[in-house]
């Protein structure tokens, strides 16, 4: 009996501690959970996508890693820094933007990146920089703002959204408008304007299909009818949609899906990620997946919802719904839902850049999280 | 702009805020309750299309030949069989520079360079890891100089293929045939789902002939590809594969044919290169003993990189080694149907055994001066039918012949298979052709060549004319003369082996007709005539004479009236090519008989002389004398 007594408080120091160290690091422990199962998931089914390649997984381990202490680094600047250097960072990726239309490398037909000792692509800089802008240029306005600040706030939007989207990259460019149109949404813009807005949707969308590239047309086709050409535009989504199917309930077991592991399904560890866990790990697999994401989310915007000012508020709401957009896109392209855009699902996808951002944007959640609970303290 | 100093009103914009957030939250599960039903939809709901889609993705067929049945002689020598060849491959993927490679090949003249450019064009089509022929059949020196430098050639390998090979080359080339590519031809006639595109089919002979059943079933095995193609072997313990099809090819029947190869390696060799044709028949069952055309060809040439050059040398040969006279050559049978024409004479009491005609060595038509020659200017003298035979005197059977008529001569050669197909196992066999009124009517367009005249008669009594026969057909017809009127259907299969269980079905021999001559005397007037010709006083009295047994003969030297079916040749060649044939048809034992034999040499001149000693060999041979 003394013993186990003993035993139960040596067994609770070290979680008092661990929370402390949280807090001292500015981190949110669930968040962090969430997100850290996430990324061992992903590396579990990475390592079967890439046909078991130690290397592709050592790759993939070191940019969690780099993307880790990016969360960690932002974590501990303030809201209020953050804040300030919104405008400046907005401009900045613009100016790297326009100069990756006209010197910048070209990587898979599209250019995107800019080589600056390490290859980069501004782009993913305005995934943040455009939501931040936003978020700053509201937050002393008065909410719901008033149809002058809506039209501002569109132009802030678009510039960036038509340069990525002239890369062109419509998948980034999709997440960068999105981040900001959710912000106005979030400010509390009134039912009426979101209602001309989707009227506007029509000649946008139609705009939009002029300023599309043939292949992204194609996509559109694709997806209305894969049929058409299953060997090529068509390809990718067939194959996507039999390596899930006949994943079944419970899937064909790791590194057993023969879609995946006999290739015929496309960009496995990058795009179509989702498929080779639905082929492997059936439905089971993928809902729980799902519900890691809805998990992610939701601890997101409790802490948005929490947030102790307009700016932060409004930033991690972007943050945390753009992420949700992120999940959504991926998965209902995958499933044949929408066309193909290629946006990676967040956290799982092999791909540097983008898990960088990613882990900046919960960087700044857990520094606006940091900053509610030193305030209410 | 003087800056605004907005009243904000924190509480308000706080609900505000959490209103649209719950909003989003609201929308957001909406969404993913769609992506949901669809990963229902999918999975469950759909689950065994695409799970069907899936297995169809990766489980591949591969075709596994059927090897072809082998050919034996009735002794069981192989005549045809399926011998291992190497072809040089490379496997592009595992080489490590392909430009490289090609260059020491050449060097060690293991490549053509006249196909360097062919092989470059389909290694850059060819999928990486598929092997690519860069030469077939290579010889001993060339698979020695490989095997030796072979470290120098990582992707490049030696790989055996079954390919055919005639043992006895041009000794049994024209009963045997050969394999050749597919063309289009074959096509049509093929059950194409049984063939790869790059295997070979028989050509001609029985490889032709019996290519169904020589060819066998082709078999499948299913093998777990990726989206290229490509085979992948499973580990067997983590992936449990035993729902892949394998279905072994069923190997071709193997063929035993009624030659006797030392009889027809005989024949060959007593033609000796020389046009002609020797037809080896066993009386008692049609079966062929041999089958010879003279001169032959190496059918395994077929089988190398047979260069156009080669092909159209033996094309353009003027004996014509690729065509199969046996079958194919027509030749007036001249005195051979004597024989014949006398039993039918008996038989039709247009004379009997002892009646006499004097031969002056001429004859003509009533109320005609137009003289038709004996062979013996000299004339035979007082004749009866029995030294008419034996002496062949021209004569008295242009006398008999006129008795008889061209329409009952036409009856009676019918019945010894004369003018009509036997239907042995040889594809092109042409039927020849004994004239008849109805025959010249049907024949000629203008009227007034549509009557049969009384001197088409004449000569067609001494087997000339428009007569034609086969080397097979007179044959045939001397073994229904040698058993006294029993006649089989020829055939050159003796029997089919199951290669599985090496079970044995033997081809039962198939009776025809049998001739009607109502007294047994007749024949063995007829017969003793025929012994008489090579045992007696006869025009091959020679040839026989001192023979341990006894055999009977007919000789018939036939002039070569008109040039030959299809030639056109030197005008150097001509006289050789006018000279007469010579024919000879024999069959031993006198009474029971086992071998009848025909010999034909083109342009030989006398038939007792040149073709009745090879008959006579080839009984000797056969009968083990």
């Known amino acids: 009996m003394f013993n186990d007594t003993s035993n139960i408080w040596h067994s609770r120091y070290p979680i008092k501690s661990s929370a402390f160290a949280l807090q001292l690091l500015k981190l949110d422990g669930p968040l962090l959970l969430l997100i850290s ?48 250097i919104s405008p400046w960072g907005y401009f900045f990726g613009l100016v790297l933007l326009s100069f990756v239309l006209f010197l910048g490398d070209i990587g898979q037909g599209a250019q995107r990146w800019l080589d600056i000792g390490i290859r980069f692509q501004p782009s993913e800089i305005m995934k943040l920089a455009v939501p931040m ?43 960068v408008f999105t981040s900001g149109i959710l912000i106005i949404f979030l400010a509390g813009i009134p039912f009426r304007y979101i209602s001309v807005l989707s009227l506007l949707a029509i000649p946008g969308s139609l705009l939009l299909w002029e300023f599309m590239e043939d292949y992204q047309r194609q996509r559109v086709i694709t997806l209305l009818n894969p049929d058409i050409d299953p060997l090529g535009a068509g390809y990718n989504i067939i194959q996507s949609k039999i ?135 | 702009m003087s800056k605004n100093i907005h009243i904000k009103d924190h509480g308000k914009e706080k609900t505000l805020f959490l209103n649209r957030i719950f909003i989003s939250s609201l929308v957001g599960l909406f969404l993913f309750i769609i992506i949901v039903i669809r990963l229902i939809q999918l999975q469950v709901f759909e689950y065994d299309t695409f799970s069907q889609k899936a297995q169809g993705n990766r489980i591949n067929l591969r075709a596994t030949l059927s090897p072809r049945g082998t050919i034996f002689d009735r002794n069981g020598n192989t005549l045809a069989e399926n011998i291992t060849a190497f072809e040089l491959i490379i496997t592009p993927e595992q080489v490590i520079d392909t430009e490289e490679t090609m260059n020491n090949l050449l060097d060690l003249k293991l490549i053509n360079p006249m196909q360097i450019d062919a092989i470059r064009k389909k290694i850059q089509k060819t999928q990486k890891f598929r092997s690519i022929t860069l030469r077939s059949n290579l010889n001993d020196q060339e698979i020695a100089r490989f095997a030796a430098n072979r470290a120098n050639f990582p992707g490049i390998d030696l790989q055996p293929k079954l390919i055919r090979h005639y043992p006895h080359k041009n000794y049994t080339s024209h009963v045997v045939g050969y394999v050749g590519s597919i063309n289009k031809k074959d096509q049509t006639r093929l059950n194409q789902s049984f063939y790869n595109p790059n295997e070979k089919t028989g050509k001609t002979g029985t490889e ?82 041999a089958l010879v055309s003279s001169p032959s060809f190496d059918p395994n040439i077929f089988n190398e990189n047979l260069t156009t050059s080669k092909y159209n040398e033996l094309q353009r040969n003027t004996d014509q080694p690729l065509f199969n006279r046996a079958v194919l050559g027509t030749y007036s049978p001249g005195s051979i149907i004597k024989p014949i024409l006398g039993l039918a004479a008996l038989q039709l009491g247009v004379t009997n055994l002892t009646q006499r005609h004097i031969c002056k060595g001429h004859y003509s038509l009533p109320g005609n001066t137009h003289r038709y020659r004996d062979w013996l200017s000299s004339g035979h003298g007082s004749v009866n039918l029995h030294k008419a035979i034996s002496q062949s005197c021209d004569v008295f059977f242009y006398e008999v012949g006129g008795r008889i008529g061209i329409d009952r001569m036409h009856d009676y050669l019918d019945q010894f298979g004369l003018g009509q197909k036997t239907n042995i196992e040889l594809a092109g066999e042409r039927t020849g052709l004994i004239p008849s009124t109805k025959w010249k009517k049907a024949m ?51 029997a089919i082996e199951n290669p599985i269980n090496n079970e044995k079905i033997f081809n039962e021999s198939q009776e025809l007709t049998q001739i009607k001559i109502d007294s047994q005397s007749y024949w063995e007037e007829v017969i003793s005539a025929m012994h008489n010709v090579m045992q007696g006083s006869g025009t091959a009295k020679n040839v026989g004479l001192g023979a341990p ?51 034909i040499i083109e342009n030989g001149n006398s038939g007792s002389r040149v073709a009745a000693p090879i008959a006579k060999s080839i009984m000797d041979e056969y009968l083990g004398y």
């Not at chain 2, 045939?476 to 055939?491: E, H, I, S, V, Y």
């Open chain 2, 208 to 289: 032709y002939f019996k290519e169904t059943i020589l060819h066998g079933e082709p078999g499948y095995y299913q093998f777990i590809a990726n989206a290229r193609g490509r085979e992948i072997s499973l580990n067997e313990n983590r992936k449990n594969n035993t729902f892949l099809e394998n279905k072994p090819a069923l190997p071709g029947v193997n063929i035993f044919l009624t030659i006797d190869l030392n009889l027809q390696i005989l024949a060959t060799d007593l033609l000796d290169e020389r046009r002609g044709s020797v037809v080896a028949i066993d009386p008692n069952n049609g079966q062929v003993l």
């Open chain 1, 243 to 377: 390596a899930i199917g006949s994943g079944g309930l419970f899937g064909k077991g790791w590194t057993n899906g023969s879609q995946v592991q006999l290739e015929f399904l496309p960009e496995k560890s990058t795009d179509f990620i989702f498929a080779v866990i639905g082929e492997e790990f059936g439905l089971l697999g993928l809902l729980c997946i799902l519900i890691i994401y809805i998990l992610i989310i939701a601890r997101s915007l409790y802490i948005a919802s929490q947030a102790p000012d307009l700016y932060s508020k409004l930033l991690a709401g972007s943050i945390s719904l753009t992420f949700f957009v992120y999940v959504f896109v991926n998965a209902a392209m995958v499933i044949g839902l929408i066309p193909i855009v290629g946006i990676p699902l967040p956290l799982i996808s092999y791909g540097g850049t983008s898990m960088v951002t990613l882990m900046i944007g919960f960087g700044i959640l857990m520094s606006i999280n940091a900053n509610q609970k030193l305030l209410s303290t």
């Open chain 2, 549 to 599: 047994y006894k055999m009977a003969g007919k000789s018939g030297t036939v002039q070569v009236i008109s040039v030959g079916q299809e030639e056109e040749y030197d005008r150097e060649l001509i006289d050789e090519r006018f000279q007469d044939h010579a024919l000879f048809v024999a069959f031993a034992p006198l009474n029971n008989p086992e071998i009848a034999v025909a010999v």
């Open chain 1, 133 to 175: 802008m936003v978020a700053w240029y509201l937050h002393e306005r008065k909410l719901p703002p008033s149809g002058k600040h809506i039209l501002n706030i569109f132009i802030l939007i678009l510039i960036p959204s038509i340069l990525i989207a002239k890369q062109p990259d419509l998948g980034t460019s999709i997440l």
């Open chain 2, 444 to 494: 000629f367009s203008k009227k007034e060549d549509k009557n049969w005249f009384p001197g088409e008669t004449v000569i067609a009594s001494i087997g000339q004319g428009y007569m034609l026969a086969t080397p097979l057909q007179l044959a045939n017809a001397t073994a229904a003369l040698a058993t006294r009127g029993n006649r089989f259907k020829p055939t050159l299969i003796s």
């Open chain 1, 37 to 84: 199962i996430a990324c061992l998931l992903g590396v579990f089914v990475l390592f079967s996508a890439s046909n078991e390649s130690t290397e592709i997984l050592m790759r993939q381990l070191i940019r969690i890693g780099v993307a880790f202490a990016a969360l960690l680094v932002t974590a501990q600047i303030p809201t209020d820094l953050i804040r300030r």
